[in-house]
């Protein structure tokens, strides 16, 4: 039987904390599936904008909504022992409530940057690294007693007592992956794979390739791999400003790319028809003169090339098609630009209502 699709929102975690949840709650209210907390990075200080711990929002976020699930999009194994990360899910979790709760592990190389683990050999064992955290936060969060030994982490875990109070629901876990071995991991091992921004039609059927490579090492159904694609996004009712936010938010992630994670987007941009040196003046203008800057730059056709959701709501529902016939069953809309309260409501108003049976 298919996933069925779902629909969220990519939120990073460097507005103001009332901003981040308000908008959970327009959200929730327009019927959104999910709101996926990237956590921001030092790195986005320079553009006048502060960094928060995705979960410590995650656990806020959970008691202000109802029906919203909330998504660890993503945390680094790099950053937290996959112990201490089982810790803050248990909390999450336990706000949340049943099925409401997805965690997220990813690299985030450009979080490494900051500090100072960013280049190679200091990041090393990616691989490694992920497998661990994944089984180490399942064995924890699964109650029984755990005990594990991995080529990074390690783990010695009592059985939880029957009469601890803790949530006894589950908790999927998914991978993010660019590189084509970490998506087969995700294929292997995942409740689901997540891809990083700019993700295109063309980069799903890739990554679903490469679920399917994963699974097939440990006999899983591939169509069982939830694969959420984050992809950049605005609405409005005229299409020109309804593609403004998309820009903008094009712009930052494009500059991104080649500023803090040269090769790794590689086949990601190839897949999109964009040559590296095309964006080097859009990373230029957000180093020099901000995102503003940077978005003067994208121009029609490098806006049109990264396959956003965005436009009209008519636009919006022809590019979610399109991301579904290519493999994706989970959208992860970067909503940006003004007005994203009435953004939302607009999505659910105009757009969801077309994926809903």
């Known amino acids: 039987m298919a996933l069925p699709l779902r629909i969220g929102v990519m939120q990073l975690t460097m507005e103001p904390l009332d901003e981040m949840l308000a908008s959970a709650r327009a959200m929730d209210e327009a019927g959104m599936d ?11 200080r320079k553009h006048q904008m502060e960094a928060r711990s995705s979960t410590v929002v995650s656990a806020l976020m959970a008691r202000e909504t109802k029906h919203l699930t909330i998504g660890w999009g993503i945390i680094s194994p790099y950053t937290r022992h996959p112990v201490q990360a089982a810790m803050d899910a248990r909390v999450v ?37 992920m497998r661990d955290s994944v089984e180490i936060m399942r064995g924890i969060l699964g109650g029984e007693r755990f ?23 589950d908790v999927p876990v998914y991978v993010a992956g660019t590189a084509p071995l ?3 991991l995700g294929g292997e091992i995942g409740d689901g794979l997540l891809t990083p921004s700019i993700t295109t039609p063309a ?48 712009g930052m992630y494009l500059a991104n790319k080649v500023q803090n994670i040269a090769g790794a987007a590689d086949t990601l941009l190839e897949l999109a028809n964009i040559d590296p040196e095309e964006i080097r003046p859009v990373a230029e203008a957000m180093e020099q003169g901000g995102r503003l800057a940077a978005k003067e730059l994208v121009t029609d056709s490098l806006l049109d090339r990264c396959k956003p959701i965005a436009g009209t709501p008519a636009d919006c529902i022809a590019a979610i098609e399109e991301y579904r016939d290519a493999g994706c069953t989970h959208v992860m809309l970067e909503l940006w630009g003004a007005n994203r309260h009435e953004q939302i409501r607009l999505f659910g108003e105009k757009v969801l209502p077309h994926f809903r049976d």
Not at 34 to 44: D, H, K, M, R, S
Not at 116 to 128: M, S, Y
Not at 213 to 232: E, F, H, I, Q, Y
């Open 34 to 44: 999910t709101i996926w907390l990237a956590e921001a990075y030092p790195w986005w």
């Open 93 to 129: 979790q336990e706000a949340a409530g049943p099925g409401r709760f997805i965690v997220g592990f990813g690299t985030s190389k450009i979080f490494l940057n900051n500090t100072k683990q960013g280049g190679p050999p200091k990041v090393t064992k990616p691989l490694a690294h």
């Open 147 to 169: 005990e594990y030994d991995g080529k990074v982490y390690s783990a010695d875990i009592p059985a939880l007592s029957p009469e601890a109070h803790a949530p006894d629901w």
């Open 182 to 184: 970490m998506q087969q």
């Open 203 to 250: 980069f799903v059927r890739y990554t679903r390739g490469n679920i399917e490579l994963g699974a097939a090492k440990s006999g899983r159904n591939p169509g069982d791999v939830d694969l959420g694609c984050t992809v950049v996004a605005s609405i409005g009712e005229d299409r020109d400003e309804g593609r403004d936010g998309a820009r903008e938010i094009a």
